[in-house]
Structure formats: structure tokens, C-alpha cells
């Protein structure tokens, strides 16, 4: 049995590393449409400033207490919100909840992985300290290449 489970697992290693991309490489955004992006995704994260005070109260509220990111976007209903309180997760630096309220954006059919990365890309040229340090983060976790970017 036991040679019978390495021969399996030894055959999935081959198939995973022939069927994977390279992870070492990271992954290059095409910046020319990054303005489109921006107007696409700003309508949602742009509220009147006790709105968003609320927004960042509330998302470090559930990062302090453990809440599972799950949760929350089951009990999101509306594109605005959980645009919203996507940017709030990467600005805070809870970057599991950033990523699972992207792939909720993606699936719900709200905006797409580039318009998302795009936005994230351009916010990161005006921010500076902690903010900059958790976008860095967020991209680094998405293999996204923002050196060139940020020094162009």
C-alpha cells in the first residue's frame, strides 16, 4: 500500500509542476487601461466621509475579534458595500479578508481580477507607511509585480 501511495503522489508532483505557472515570476499588469480601471471601481469606494469613517470602524471591529471572512460577505448585499469594504481590508492590512472579498466581487460579477489589481496598483503610488506596507502585501500575495510601476 505504501509504495502503491508514493507511486500516486509521486505522479501528481509531475503533473502539478508541468500544469502550474512559475510563481517565482510575478505576474505583469498591462498599466495602459490602469485610468479605465480607476473610474470603474471609484463610483464604489467614494463615500461621504461618516460613511467611510463607518466602514473602517466597522472592518477593524471584525478584524480585532476574529471574524471569518466568510461570514461577512454572506451578509454583504450590495456591490457598493462590498467594494467598499474590500479597499477598507487592504488599507487595514487584513489581506485573507481583501482576498476572499476579491474572489466574492469576481464571482458576484461586480468588476474583474484586473480592474481590482489595477485600482490597488494606482492607490499604491499615493499612499505612504503603513497603508503603502499593506497594499505591498495584498499585491505580493497576488504575484503582482509593482516595482516598475511604482517607479515609473
Same mark, same amino acid.
Not at 3 to 11: A, M, P
Not at 136 to 148: F, G, K, M, P, R
Given at each position: 500500500m505504501k509504495?502503491?501511495?508514493?507511486?500516486?503522489?509521486?505522479?501528481l508532483q509531475k503533473i502539478n509542476s508541468k500544469n502550474s505557472p512559475d510563481i517565482s515570476k510575478k505576474r505583469k499588469l498591462d498599466t495602459s487601461n490602469i485610468r479605465n480601471a480607476y473610474y470603474k471601481v471609484i463610483p464604489y469606494t467614494t463615500t461621504n466621509p461618516r460613511n467611510e469613517?463607518?466602514?473602517? #470602524?466597522?472592518?477593524?471591529?471584525?478584524?480585532?475579534?476574529?471574524?471569518?471572512?466568510?461570514?461577512? !460577505?454572506?451578509? !454583504?448585499k450590495t456591490k457598493e458595500k462590498l467594494i467598499m469594504r474590500w479597499y477598507v481590508a487592504i488599507i487595514i492590512?487584513?489581506? $485573507?479578508?481583501a482576498l476572499a472579498f476579491?474572489?466574492?466581487?469576481?464571482?458576484?460579477?461586480?468588476? $474583474?481580477?484586473?480592474?481590482? $489589481?489595477?485600482?490597488?496598483?494606482?492607490?499604491?503610488?499615493?499612499?505612504?507607511?503603513k497603508p503603502k506596507e #499593506?497594499?505591498?502585501?495584498?499585491?505580493?500575495?497576488? #504575484?503582482?509585480?509593482?516595482?516598475?510601476?511604482? #517607479?515609473?
Open positions: 509504495n502503491f501511495k508514493s507511486f500516486i503522489l509521486e505522479k469613517s463607518m466602514h473602517y #470602524n466597522k472592518m477593524h471591529s471584525y478584524k480585532d475579534k476574529g471574524s471569518k471572512p466568510e461570514r461577512l !460577505i454572506n451578509s !454583504i492590512g487584513w489581506t $485573507d479578508c476579491r474572489d466574492a466581487i469576481i464571482d458576484r460579477g461586480y468588476l $474583474d481580477a484586473d480592474t481590482l $489589481d489595477l485600482y490597488i496598483l494606482d492607490r499604491l503610488k499615493i499612499f505612504r507607511g #499593506n497594499i505591498e502585501a495584498y499585491l505580493d500575495e497576488l #504575484n503582482i509585480d509593482y516595482d516598475e510601476f511604482i #517607479n515609473s
